[in-house]
Protein backbone atom coordinates (compact mmCIF):
# COMPACT_ATOMS: atom_id res chain seq x y z
CA UNK A 1 0.00 0.00 0.00
CA UNK A 2 3.00 1.91 0.87
CA UNK A 3 4.55 1.61 -2.40
CA UNK A 4 1.29 2.17 -4.29
CA UNK A 5 0.97 5.77 -2.29
CA UNK A 6 4.55 6.39 -3.22
CA UNK A 7 3.85 5.53 -7.02
CA UNK A 8 0.45 7.73 -7.03
CA UNK A 9 2.58 11.10 -5.10
CA UNK A 10 4.91 10.61 -8.16
CA UNK A 11 2.43 10.84 -10.92
CA UNK A 12 0.07 13.39 -9.97
CA UNK A 13 3.69 15.42 -9.54
CA UNK A 14 4.43 14.78 -13.03
CA UNK A 15 0.94 15.43 -14.02
CA UNK A 16 1.08 18.71 -12.32
CA UNK A 17 4.54 19.94 -13.97
CA UNK A 18 3.26 19.04 -17.48
CA UNK A 19 0.35 21.35 -16.60
CA UNK A 20 2.27 24.36 -15.30
CA UNK A 21 4.81 24.06 -17.98
CA UNK A 22 4.09 27.00 -20.54
CA UNK A 23 2.44 26.09 -24.01
CA UNK A 24 5.54 28.05 -26.04
CA UNK A 25 7.88 25.81 -23.83
CA UNK A 26 5.96 22.28 -24.29
CA UNK A 27 2.83 21.75 -26.85
CA UNK A 28 -0.05 20.48 -25.63
CA UNK A 29 0.78 17.44 -27.58
CA UNK A 30 4.17 17.05 -26.01
CA UNK A 31 2.24 17.16 -22.58
CA UNK A 32 0.45 14.31 -23.22
CA UNK A 33 3.20 12.30 -24.36
CA UNK A 34 5.18 13.36 -21.82
CA UNK A 35 2.58 12.35 -19.02
CA UNK A 36 1.91 8.60 -21.01
CA UNK A 37 5.62 8.26 -20.60
CA UNK A 38 5.83 8.92 -17.37
CA UNK A 39 2.86 7.20 -16.10
CA UNK A 40 4.99 3.94 -17.56
CA UNK A 41 8.27 4.55 -16.46
CA UNK A 42 6.44 4.63 -12.88
CA UNK A 43 4.41 1.35 -13.59
CA UNK A 44 7.29 -0.47 -14.84
CA UNK A 45 9.24 1.11 -11.14
CA UNK A 46 6.13 -0.21 -9.02
CA UNK A 47 6.10 -3.53 -10.71
CA UNK A 48 9.31 -4.31 -9.77
CA UNK A 49 8.96 -3.58 -6.33
CA UNK A 50 5.83 -5.33 -5.84
CA UNK A 51 7.10 -8.63 -7.62
CA UNK A 52 10.55 -8.59 -5.44
CA UNK A 53 8.52 -7.93 -2.22
CA UNK A 54 5.80 -11.62 -3.44
CA UNK A 55 8.97 -13.13 -3.89
CA UNK A 56 10.32 -12.65 -0.72
CA UNK A 57 7.20 -13.58 1.04
CA UNK A 58 6.96 -17.15 -1.27
CA UNK A 59 10.71 -17.72 0.25
CA UNK A 60 8.96 -17.20 3.49
CA UNK A 61 6.32 -19.27 3.38
CA UNK A 62 8.41 -22.87 2.26
CA UNK A 63 10.91 -21.85 5.07
CA UNK A 64 7.81 -22.36 7.26
CA UNK A 65 6.35 -25.24 5.66
CA UNK A 66 9.99 -27.15 6.43
CA UNK A 67 9.84 -26.50 9.55
CA UNK A 68 6.05 -27.14 10.19
CA UNK A 69 6.74 -30.96 8.62
CA UNK A 70 10.80 -31.47 10.47
CA UNK A 71 8.55 -30.98 13.59
CA UNK A 72 5.74 -33.16 12.59
CA UNK A 73 8.49 -35.94 11.71
CA UNK A 74 9.63 -35.03 15.22
CA UNK A 75 7.11 -36.06 17.18
CA UNK A 76 6.45 -39.37 14.93
CA UNK A 77 9.28 -40.77 15.43
CA UNK A 78 9.13 -40.42 19.55
CA UNK A 79 5.72 -41.33 19.72
CA UNK A 80 4.50 -44.39 17.43
CA UNK A 81 2.16 -45.98 18.88
CA UNK A 82 -1.05 -43.39 20.12
CA UNK A 83 -3.40 -45.15 23.12
CA UNK A 84 -6.79 -45.97 22.29
CA UNK A 85 -9.46 -43.88 23.64
CA UNK A 86 -11.75 -45.28 25.95
CA UNK A 87 -15.31 -44.13 24.36
CA UNK A 88 -18.09 -44.05 26.25
CA UNK A 89 -20.85 -46.17 24.99
CA UNK A 90 -24.95 -45.29 25.40
CA UNK A 91 -27.02 -47.95 25.07
CA UNK A 92 -30.74 -46.43 24.73
CA UNK A 93 -33.37 -47.52 22.65
CA UNK A 94 -33.29 -45.21 18.92
CA UNK A 95 -36.02 -43.98 17.13
CA UNK A 96 -38.07 -45.54 14.71
CA UNK A 97 -36.00 -45.64 11.35
CA UNK A 98 -33.03 -44.71 13.15
CA UNK A 99 -29.79 -46.85 12.63
CA UNK A 100 -26.47 -46.62 15.26
CA UNK A 101 -23.91 -44.48 14.33
CA UNK A 102 -21.32 -47.91 13.80
CA UNK A 103 -23.56 -49.57 11.58
CA UNK A 104 -23.97 -46.18 9.51
CA UNK A 105 -20.69 -45.49 9.17
CA UNK A 106 -19.78 -49.02 8.14
CA UNK A 107 -22.49 -49.24 4.98
CA UNK A 108 -21.95 -47.29 1.54
CA UNK A 109 -23.83 -43.91 1.16
CA UNK A 110 -26.54 -45.44 -1.38
CA UNK A 111 -27.66 -47.94 1.63
CA UNK A 112 -27.74 -44.84 3.90
CA UNK A 113 -31.10 -43.14 2.41
CA UNK A 114 -34.24 -45.53 2.49
CA UNK A 115 -36.19 -43.04 1.54
CA UNK A 116 -37.65 -44.01 -1.73
CA UNK A 117 -38.74 -41.56 -4.62
CA UNK A 118 -40.66 -42.79 -7.68
CA UNK A 119 -38.65 -41.01 -10.28
CA UNK A 120 -39.78 -42.64 -12.86
CA UNK A 121 -42.87 -42.07 -12.30
CA UNK A 122 -42.16 -38.28 -11.51
CA UNK A 123 -40.64 -37.65 -14.71
CA UNK A 124 -43.53 -38.49 -16.70
CA UNK A 125 -45.97 -36.60 -14.78
CA UNK A 126 -43.22 -33.58 -14.85
CA UNK A 127 -42.62 -33.67 -18.42
CA UNK A 128 -46.45 -33.85 -19.40
CA UNK A 129 -46.73 -30.90 -17.00
CA UNK A 130 -44.07 -29.05 -18.83
CA UNK A 131 -44.73 -29.04 -22.23
CA UNK A 132 -48.69 -28.29 -20.96
CA UNK A 133 -50.15 -31.46 -22.39
CA UNK A 134 -54.06 -31.65 -21.71
CA UNK A 135 -55.63 -32.61 -18.69
CA UNK A 136 -56.45 -35.88 -19.42
CA UNK A 137 -53.04 -37.21 -19.75
CA UNK A 138 -51.30 -35.40 -16.85
CA UNK A 139 -54.26 -37.16 -14.81
CA UNK A 140 -53.28 -40.27 -16.26
CA UNK A 141 -49.62 -39.99 -14.88
CA UNK A 142 -51.12 -38.62 -11.56
CA UNK A 143 -53.29 -41.90 -10.82
CA UNK A 144 -49.46 -43.47 -11.69
CA UNK A 145 -47.65 -41.40 -9.83
CA UNK A 146 -49.40 -40.87 -6.00
CA UNK A 147 -49.84 -44.21 -4.95
CA UNK A 148 -46.08 -44.76 -5.51
CA UNK A 149 -45.18 -41.34 -3.96
CA UNK A 150 -47.36 -42.10 -1.11
CA UNK A 151 -47.25 -46.02 -0.37
CA UNK A 152 -49.83 -47.25 2.17
CA UNK A 153 -52.05 -44.08 2.34
CA UNK A 154 -55.38 -42.78 0.35
CA UNK A 155 -55.84 -39.30 -1.12
CA UNK A 156 -58.14 -37.73 -2.69
CA UNK A 157 -58.09 -34.36 -5.56
CA UNK A 158 -60.54 -32.07 -5.92
CA UNK A 159 -61.02 -29.53 -8.24
CA UNK A 160 -63.90 -26.73 -9.12
CA UNK A 161 -65.92 -27.98 -11.19
CA UNK A 162 -68.17 -24.62 -13.11
CA UNK A 163 -68.54 -22.49 -10.17
CA UNK A 164 -66.20 -21.78 -7.10
CA UNK A 165 -68.42 -23.23 -4.54
CA UNK A 166 -68.37 -27.04 -4.86
CA UNK A 167 -65.34 -28.71 -4.64
CA UNK A 168 -65.51 -32.14 -6.96
CA UNK A 169 -63.68 -35.61 -6.35
CA UNK A 170 -61.31 -35.67 -9.62
CA UNK A 171 -59.08 -38.46 -8.83
CA UNK A 172 -59.34 -40.89 -5.79
CA UNK A 173 -56.20 -43.72 -4.82
CA UNK A 174 -55.65 -46.36 -1.99
CA UNK A 175 -57.79 -48.65 0.35
CA UNK A 176 -59.84 -46.68 2.13
CA UNK A 177 -62.49 -43.53 1.88
CA UNK A 178 -61.22 -40.83 3.84
CA UNK A 179 -63.65 -37.75 2.18
CA UNK A 180 -66.74 -37.14 0.04
CA UNK A 181 -67.30 -37.07 -3.47
CA UNK A 182 -68.03 -33.36 -3.33
CA UNK A 183 -66.94 -30.78 -0.63
CA UNK A 184 -67.51 -27.08 0.38
CA UNK A 185 -64.15 -25.01 0.42
CA UNK A 186 -64.23 -24.28 4.30
CA UNK A 187 -64.27 -27.64 5.27
CA UNK A 188 -60.77 -28.10 4.70
CA UNK A 189 -58.27 -25.93 6.98
CA UNK A 190 -55.93 -25.33 4.13
CA UNK A 191 -58.36 -23.52 2.31
CA UNK A 192 -58.18 -20.85 5.07
CA UNK A 193 -55.02 -21.04 5.66
CA UNK A 194 -53.72 -20.82 2.24
CA UNK A 195 -50.79 -23.44 3.01
CA UNK A 196 -50.65 -27.44 3.84
CA UNK A 197 -52.13 -28.68 7.30
CA UNK A 198 -51.05 -31.76 8.58
CA UNK A 199 -53.21 -33.26 11.04
CA UNK A 200 -51.59 -35.83 13.61
CA UNK A 201 -54.82 -37.95 15.26
CA UNK A 202 -53.11 -39.62 17.57
CA UNK A 203 -51.95 -36.55 19.60
CA UNK A 204 -54.07 -35.59 21.99
CA UNK A 205 -54.19 -31.65 21.65
CA UNK A 206 -55.25 -32.38 18.28
CA UNK A 207 -58.53 -30.21 18.01
CA UNK A 208 -60.31 -28.95 15.12
CA UNK A 209 -58.42 -29.50 11.06
CA UNK A 210 -60.26 -30.28 8.19
CA UNK A 211 -63.51 -31.38 8.68
CA UNK A 212 -64.32 -33.57 5.79
CA UNK A 213 -62.03 -35.86 6.72
CA UNK A 214 -64.34 -37.98 8.99
CA UNK A 215 -64.30 -41.43 7.62
CA UNK A 216 -61.57 -42.33 8.62
CA UNK A 217 -59.34 -39.75 11.23
CA UNK A 218 -56.40 -41.74 12.03
CA UNK A 219 -52.85 -41.98 11.91
CA UNK A 220 -51.77 -38.43 10.22
CA UNK A 221 -53.29 -36.53 7.31
CA UNK A 222 -51.95 -33.87 4.68
CA UNK A 223 -54.20 -30.89 3.25
CA UNK A 224 -53.02 -28.88 0.31
CA UNK A 225 -54.49 -26.06 -1.49
CA UNK A 226 -53.65 -26.36 -5.30
CA UNK A 227 -52.62 -22.61 -6.13
CA UNK A 228 -51.17 -20.84 -9.08
CA UNK A 229 -50.86 -16.88 -9.68
CA UNK A 230 -53.32 -15.83 -6.83
CA UNK A 231 -56.20 -18.02 -7.91
CA UNK A 232 -57.67 -21.49 -5.71
CA UNK A 233 -57.98 -24.67 -8.09
CA UNK A 234 -58.57 -27.23 -5.57
CA UNK A 235 -57.62 -28.93 -2.68
CA UNK A 236 -54.98 -32.62 -2.16
CA UNK A 237 -56.03 -34.45 1.06
CA UNK A 238 -53.73 -37.52 2.03
CA UNK A 239 -54.29 -39.88 4.80
CA UNK A 240 -52.22 -42.96 6.15
CA UNK A 241 -52.97 -44.79 9.14
CA UNK A 242 -48.66 -44.74 9.79
CA UNK A 243 -45.83 -43.89 7.69
CA UNK A 244 -43.07 -45.89 6.09
CA UNK A 245 -40.65 -46.60 8.67
CA UNK A 246 -38.09 -45.03 6.38
CA UNK A 247 -39.65 -42.01 5.81
CA UNK A 248 -40.49 -38.97 8.20
CA UNK A 249 -43.55 -36.47 8.57
CA UNK A 250 -41.21 -33.58 7.05
CA UNK A 251 -40.64 -35.86 3.84
CA UNK A 252 -44.51 -36.33 3.23
CA UNK A 253 -44.44 -32.93 3.72
CA UNK A 254 -42.19 -31.80 1.29
CA UNK A 255 -43.48 -34.45 -1.40
CA UNK A 256 -46.96 -33.55 -0.80
CA UNK A 257 -45.73 -29.41 -1.46
CA UNK A 258 -43.73 -30.51 -4.72
CA UNK A 259 -46.78 -32.17 -5.90
CA UNK A 260 -49.29 -29.34 -5.07
CA UNK A 261 -46.60 -26.83 -6.54
CA UNK A 262 -46.14 -28.60 -9.91
CA UNK A 263 -49.38 -29.14 -10.46
CA UNK A 264 -51.19 -26.07 -9.23
CA UNK A 265 -48.76 -24.62 -11.70
CA UNK A 266 -49.85 -26.40 -14.51
CA UNK A 267 -53.53 -25.51 -13.75
CA UNK A 268 -52.58 -21.96 -13.66
CA UNK A 269 -50.98 -22.37 -16.87
CA UNK A 270 -53.66 -24.26 -18.48
CA UNK A 271 -56.12 -21.40 -16.89
CA UNK A 272 -54.12 -18.47 -18.49
CA UNK A 273 -53.71 -20.11 -22.26
CA UNK A 274 -57.57 -20.35 -21.49
CA UNK A 275 -58.16 -17.28 -21.34
CA UNK A 276 -56.28 -15.75 -23.79
CA UNK A 277 -58.07 -18.33 -26.55
CA UNK A 278 -60.89 -16.42 -25.75
CA UNK A 279 -59.93 -12.95 -25.63
CA UNK A 280 -58.20 -13.85 -29.18
CA UNK A 281 -62.10 -14.54 -30.10
CA UNK A 282 -64.14 -13.02 -27.73
CA UNK A 283 -64.77 -8.87 -27.53
CA UNK A 284 -63.91 -8.07 -23.44
CA UNK A 285 -67.01 -5.59 -23.07
CA UNK A 286 -70.00 -7.87 -24.57
CA UNK A 287 -68.60 -11.59 -24.28
CA UNK A 288 -69.56 -11.77 -27.71
CA UNK A 289 -67.53 -13.26 -30.61
CA UNK A 290 -64.83 -10.35 -32.14
CA UNK A 291 -64.98 -9.32 -35.51
CA UNK A 292 -61.43 -11.38 -36.42
CA UNK A 293 -63.07 -14.56 -35.54
CA UNK A 294 -66.75 -13.66 -37.67
CA UNK A 295 -64.49 -13.22 -40.73
CA UNK A 296 -62.79 -16.21 -40.21
CA UNK A 297 -66.16 -18.05 -39.31
CA UNK A 298 -68.35 -16.45 -42.58
CA UNK A 299 -65.16 -17.71 -44.17
CA UNK A 300 -65.08 -21.45 -43.00
CA UNK A 301 -69.02 -21.50 -43.32
CA UNK A 302 -69.48 -19.92 -46.96
CA UNK A 303 -66.25 -22.86 -48.27
CA UNK A 304 -69.12 -25.20 -46.85
CA UNK A 305 -72.04 -23.94 -48.04
CA UNK A 306 -70.73 -23.98 -51.72
CA UNK A 307 -69.23 -27.70 -51.07
CA UNK A 308 -73.10 -28.52 -49.48
CA UNK A 309 -75.03 -26.14 -51.51
CA UNK A 310 -76.13 -24.63 -48.37
CA UNK A 311 -77.70 -20.72 -48.13
CA UNK A 312 -75.91 -18.55 -45.49
CA UNK A 313 -77.71 -15.95 -43.29
CA UNK A 314 -76.19 -12.67 -42.50
CA UNK A 315 -77.75 -9.92 -40.18
CA UNK A 316 -76.02 -6.81 -39.53
CA UNK A 317 -77.33 -4.45 -36.04
CA UNK A 318 -76.80 -1.32 -35.21
CA UNK A 319 -78.43 0.02 -31.71
CA UNK A 320 -80.03 3.77 -32.84
CA UNK A 321 -79.92 5.16 -29.22
CA UNK A 322 -76.19 4.96 -29.53
CA UNK A 323 -75.83 8.74 -30.02
CA UNK A 324 -78.41 10.18 -27.98
CA UNK A 325 -77.12 8.01 -24.82
CA UNK A 326 -73.56 9.34 -25.58
CA UNK A 327 -74.47 12.71 -25.38
CA UNK A 328 -77.08 12.70 -22.56
CA UNK A 329 -75.54 9.58 -20.37
CA UNK A 330 -72.10 9.42 -21.32
CA UNK A 331 -69.66 6.54 -22.50
CA UNK A 332 -70.32 4.23 -19.86
CA UNK A 333 -73.84 4.30 -20.13
CA UNK A 334 -73.08 3.29 -23.94
CA UNK A 335 -71.27 0.77 -22.60
CA UNK A 336 -73.87 -0.95 -20.94
CA UNK A 337 -76.09 -0.95 -23.36
CA UNK A 338 -74.02 -2.62 -25.29
CA UNK A 339 -72.96 -4.91 -22.69
CA UNK A 340 -76.86 -5.61 -21.94
CA UNK A 341 -77.35 -6.36 -26.02
CA UNK A 342 -74.33 -9.16 -25.95
CA UNK A 343 -75.97 -10.73 -23.17
CA UNK A 344 -79.71 -10.88 -24.88
CA UNK A 345 -78.81 -11.86 -28.33
CA UNK A 346 -77.70 -15.21 -27.88
CA UNK A 347 -80.90 -16.21 -26.53
CA UNK A 348 -82.84 -14.92 -29.52
CA UNK A 349 -80.83 -17.37 -32.17
CA UNK A 350 -80.13 -20.93 -32.70
CA UNK A 351 -76.85 -22.83 -31.06
CA UNK A 352 -75.37 -23.25 -34.29
CA UNK A 353 -76.04 -19.57 -35.25
CA UNK A 354 -72.72 -16.94 -34.23
CA UNK A 355 -73.81 -13.40 -32.71
CA UNK A 356 -70.13 -10.96 -32.83
CA UNK A 357 -69.80 -7.46 -32.00
CA UNK A 358 -68.65 -6.80 -35.30
CA UNK A 359 -67.60 -2.43 -35.34
CA UNK A 360 -67.35 -0.42 -32.52
CA UNK A 361 -71.43 -0.59 -32.01
CA UNK A 362 -72.55 -2.90 -35.16
CA UNK A 363 -73.25 -6.47 -34.09
CA UNK A 364 -73.51 -9.29 -36.66
CA UNK A 365 -75.26 -12.77 -36.46
CA UNK A 366 -74.22 -15.56 -39.08
CA UNK A 367 -76.76 -18.21 -39.57
CA UNK A 368 -75.28 -20.71 -41.38
CA UNK A 369 -77.94 -23.14 -43.33
CA UNK A 370 -80.48 -20.06 -42.88
CA UNK A 371 -82.50 -19.19 -46.37
CA UNK A 372 -83.86 -15.69 -46.79
CA UNK A 373 -87.15 -16.33 -44.96
CA UNK A 374 -85.67 -17.64 -41.62
CA UNK A 375 -82.97 -14.50 -41.60
CA UNK A 376 -85.50 -12.18 -41.92
CA UNK A 377 -87.85 -13.98 -39.35
CA UNK A 378 -85.16 -14.17 -36.84
CA UNK A 379 -84.02 -10.22 -37.51
CA UNK A 380 -87.71 -8.94 -37.01
CA UNK A 381 -87.58 -11.43 -34.23
CA UNK A 382 -84.58 -9.67 -32.28
CA UNK A 383 -85.92 -5.92 -33.57
CA UNK A 384 -88.84 -6.47 -31.82
CA UNK A 385 -87.59 -8.03 -28.52
CA UNK A 386 -85.25 -5.18 -28.00
CA UNK A 387 -87.23 -2.08 -29.08
CA UNK A 388 -89.14 -3.83 -25.41
CA UNK A 389 -86.02 -3.94 -23.36
CA UNK A 390 -85.50 -1.82 -20.74
CA UNK A 391 -82.48 -1.30 -18.91
CA UNK A 392 -81.79 0.20 -15.34
CA UNK A 393 -79.49 3.01 -15.19
CA UNK A 394 -78.46 4.36 -12.74
CA UNK A 395 -82.29 6.76 -12.00
CA UNK A 396 -82.77 6.55 -15.49
CA UNK A 397 -83.61 3.72 -17.84
CA UNK A 398 -81.61 2.97 -20.93
CA UNK A 399 -83.69 1.64 -24.37
CA UNK A 400 -83.05 1.54 -27.88
CA UNK A 401 -84.52 0.29 -31.44
CA UNK A 402 -82.47 -1.34 -33.91
CA UNK A 403 -81.35 -0.59 -37.38
CA UNK A 404 -81.00 -3.80 -39.37
CA UNK A 405 -79.56 -5.39 -42.54
CA UNK A 406 -80.29 -9.06 -44.43
CA UNK A 407 -78.28 -10.63 -46.67
CA UNK A 408 -78.53 -14.14 -48.02
CA UNK A 409 -75.83 -16.62 -49.95
CA UNK A 410 -75.97 -16.87 -52.83
CA UNK A 411 -79.13 -14.63 -53.51
CA UNK A 412 -77.41 -11.59 -52.53
CA UNK A 413 -74.02 -12.80 -52.56
CA UNK A 414 -71.36 -15.44 -53.47
CA UNK A 415 -68.68 -15.29 -51.05
CA UNK A 416 -67.77 -13.53 -47.72
CA UNK A 417 -66.65 -10.08 -48.31
CA UNK A 418 -70.09 -9.39 -50.79
CA UNK A 419 -72.40 -10.80 -48.14
CA UNK A 420 -70.74 -8.57 -45.48
CA UNK A 421 -71.11 -6.14 -47.90
CA UNK A 422 -74.13 -6.58 -48.86
CA UNK A 423 -75.54 -7.01 -44.81
CA UNK A 424 -73.95 -3.84 -44.19
CA UNK A 425 -75.06 -1.32 -46.79
CA UNK A 426 -78.75 -2.65 -46.16
CA UNK A 427 -77.87 -1.73 -42.29
CA UNK A 428 -77.00 1.81 -43.17
CA UNK A 429 -79.73 1.75 -45.46
CA UNK A 430 -81.96 1.10 -42.97
CA UNK A 431 -80.67 4.22 -40.50
CA UNK A 432 -81.06 6.55 -43.24
CA UNK A 433 -84.88 5.36 -43.59
CA UNK A 434 -85.43 6.37 -40.25
CA UNK A 435 -84.43 3.55 -38.25
CA UNK A 436 -86.12 0.67 -36.21
CA UNK A 437 -86.36 -1.75 -38.86
CA UNK A 438 -85.10 -4.41 -40.97
CA UNK A 439 -84.13 -3.92 -44.89
CA UNK A 440 -83.16 -6.74 -47.01
CA UNK A 441 -80.12 -6.61 -49.67
CA UNK A 442 -82.96 -6.56 -51.89
CA UNK A 443 -83.73 -2.84 -51.33
CA UNK A 444 -80.44 -1.82 -52.61
CA UNK A 445 -81.00 -2.77 -56.21
CA UNK A 446 -83.94 -0.20 -56.47
CA UNK A 447 -82.52 2.78 -54.79
Avoid at 177 to 199: H, K
Avoid at 234 to 248: C, K, R
Wanted: with cysteine; net charge negative.
Amino acid sequence: MFSFILWLIAFVAGVAVSFFVPETTISLGGKFVFVGAWGAVLGLVLFSVCKRKIEAKEMEFEETLNEIKASKMEITSSNPVVPERNIPSFEQELPRGAMPVREVLGKPASEIVKAEFPMDAWKAFSKCVLKNRPFPEVLKTMEVLLPKMFPKASGILYMYAGSQTDLHKILAFGDKVISDDVIRPGECASFNTGDIVVSDYSSPRLKGGCTHLHHHPQGISFCSPIEGIDEHFGIFSLQADSLPDNETKEDWLMKVSAFATAFGLYVANQNLNMRFEQNSIRDSLTGLFNRRYAEESLAREVFSAVRHKNPIGLIMIYPDAVKFIQENRGRHAVDQLLWELGQRLPGYIRNEDIPCRYDGEAFCIILPGADLQITRQRAEKIRNEISQLQIAYGEGILSTTLSMGVSVMPVHATDAASLFYAATASMNYAIQLGSNRVVLADALSGR
